[in-house]
């Protein structure tokens, strides 16, 4: 069995380098069985919201176009908004039944040997449980970083007033209060994040409901805060540089539309939207899989920090290896 085969141990402590290593080692082993499934299951939703996002399109420009009335075009682009929001949540909560559901049958089944059907019944038993921690994170989240956003746009607005008069730069607080902005719902929002993903991998893990997972996650966590929030980040910073690798084509020839009023360049328009619109779906499977993947390596370096289940297990294993050691050699002498 090659190197790249052999199972990873996820009793393990890790350090931070230790974690993303084995994250990605796992992704790598596990890829191509984990984007079939992924496709199978996610894919359609996904695709759905692709689809819903070009009729959006469609629409807004046919309604821009021929002058249809504006109570009539909104009620259309809501109602195609509301159906693209439920495809959306649906796709990122099965997503996560999906992947999570992985991560807890991989030590129990071979390389590969895991069935669609096996994720597909583990993602909808957790679904309403997954979509209720969606739900608040998403609400609590935006709630959050409004509220914060708007304080510290007050306090650079009173910085500000402070410093203009003495500096005659009136910039100068606006702008540090519009670090402190960014700086804040960065962290805000990478905070809530590694909540999230943790709960909900506990809650689905250990079989338990959400307030049970949001205790035991404070509870292990000890002083390994630091290493929790950082891995974070840096899966959110890599998720969010694949997301702008695919934008930035699209923001590219938003902008060479502007100035090309050819009527073929509609249906071009049209086209891009859907095969970015899947190249992004691709992406954001990817991407959003590295976050998951990560934070359930992560779980299982803070269980092991607080519990020492894997070191137990080794001791366990290493007196039966003895007594099989000894009873083959009395078997030899006999």
Same mark, same amino acid.
């Given at each position: 069995?090659?190197?790249?085969?052999?199972?990873?141990?996820?009793?393990?402590?890790?350090?931070?380098?230790?974690?993303?290593?084995?994250?990605?080692?796992?992704?790598?082993?596990?890829?191509?069985?984990?984007?079939?499934?992924?496709?199978?299951?996610?894919?359609?939703?996904?695709?759905?919201?692709?689809?819903?996002?070009?009729?959006?399109?469609?629409?807004?420009?046919?309604?821009?176009?021929?002058?249809?009335?504006?109570?009539?075009?909104?009620?259309?682009?809501?109602?195609?908004?509301?159906?693209?929001?439920?495809?959306? @949540?649906?796709?990122?909560?099965?997503? =996560? #039944?999906? *992947?999570?559901?992985? %991560?807890?049958?991989?030590? &129990?089944?071979? /390389?590969?040997?895991?069935?669609?059907?096996?994720?597909?019944?583990?993602?909808?038993?957790?679904?309403?449980?997954?979509?209720?921690?969606?739900?608040?994170?998403?609400?609590?989240?935006?709630?959050?970083?409004?509220?914060?956003?708007?304080?510290?746009?007050?306090?650079?607005?009173?910085?500000?007033?402070?410093?203009?008069?003495?500096?005659? @730069?009136?910039?100068?607080?606006?702008? =540090? #209060?519009? *670090?402190?902005?960014? %700086?804040?719902?960065?962290? &805000?929002?990478? /905070?809530?994040?590694?909540?999230?993903?943790?709960?909900?991998?506990?809650?689905?893990?250990?079989?338990?409901?959400?307030?049970?997972?949001?205790?035991?996650?404070?509870?292990?966590?000890?002083?390994?805060?630091?290493?929790?929030?950082?891995?974070?980040?840096?899966?959110?910073?890599?998720?969010?540089?694949?997301?702008?690798?695919?934008?930035?084509?699209?923001?590219?020839?938003?902008?060479?539309?502007?100035?090309?009023?050819?009527?073929?360049?509609?249906?071009?328009?049209?086209?891009?939207?859907?095969?970015?619109?899947?190249?992004?779906?691709?992406?954001?499977?990817?991407?959003?899989?590295?976050?998951?993947?990560?934070?359930?390596?992560?779980?299982?370096?803070?269980?092991?920090?607080?519990?020492?289940?894997?070191?137990?297990?080794?001791?366990?294993?290493?007196?039966?290896?003895?007594?099989?050691?000894?009873?083959?050699?009395?078997?030899?002498?006999?």
């Amino acid at each position: 069995m090659s190197l790249i085969q052999k199972k990873i141990d996820y009793r393990v402590r890790r350090d931070f380098g230790q974690v993303m290593n084995a994250s990605f080692m796992f992704i790598r082993q596990n890829f191509r069985y984990l984007i079939r499934h992924l496709l199978f299951i996610v894919g359609p939703f996904a695709l759905l919201g692709t689809i819903l996002v070009t009729l959006l399109w469609i629409s807004l420009e046919r309604g821009l176009n021929m002058g249809i009335d504006v109570a009539g075009m909104f009620g259309g682009f809501f109602t195609a908004f509301l159906l693209y929001f439920v495809a959306f @949540m649906t796709a990122i909560v099965m997503m =996560i #039944g999906v *992947v999570y559901e992985y %991560v807890a049958l991989y030590p &129990s089944a071979g /390389i590969g040997e895991i069935e669609t059907r096996q994720l597909w019944q583990g993602a909808l038993r957790n679904f309403w449980r997954n979509l209720f921690i969606l739900i608040g994170a998403t609400f609590i989240t935006s709630c959050l970083s409004f509220g914060l956003a708007t304080v510290l746009t007050i306090v650079g607005g009173m910085l500000s007033a402070v410093i203009a008069p003495l500096f005659q @730069m009136g910039v100068v607080g606006g702008f =540090i #209060g519009g *670090v402190l902005v960014i %700086v804040t719902v960065i962290s &805000s929002t990478v /905070i809530l994040a590694t909540v999230f993903f943790m709960v909900t991998f506990i809650s689905m893990f250990e079989r338990t409901n959400v307030f049970n997972a949001v205790g035991r996650f404070f509870n292990i966590l000890g002083k390994k805060w630091w290493q929790t929030f950082a891995l974070q980040f840096i899966s959110i910073l890599i998720a969010y540089s694949l997301y702008f690798l695919i934008y930035i084509p699209i923001l590219i020839f938003r902008m060479y539309q502007l100035f090309e009023l050819h009527p073929s360049m509609k249906v071009l328009t049209i086209v891009s939207i859907f095969i970015f619109g899947i190249l992004f779906v691709l992406v954001a499977l990817f991407s959003f899989s590295i976050n998951l993947i990560v934070t359930s390596f992560q779980y299982f370096t803070l269980v092991e920090n607080k519990e020492f289940i894997g070191l137990s297990q080794a001791i366990q294993n290493m007196g039966t290896e003895v007594e099989e050691d000894e009873l083959i050699e009395d078997e030899e002498y006999y």
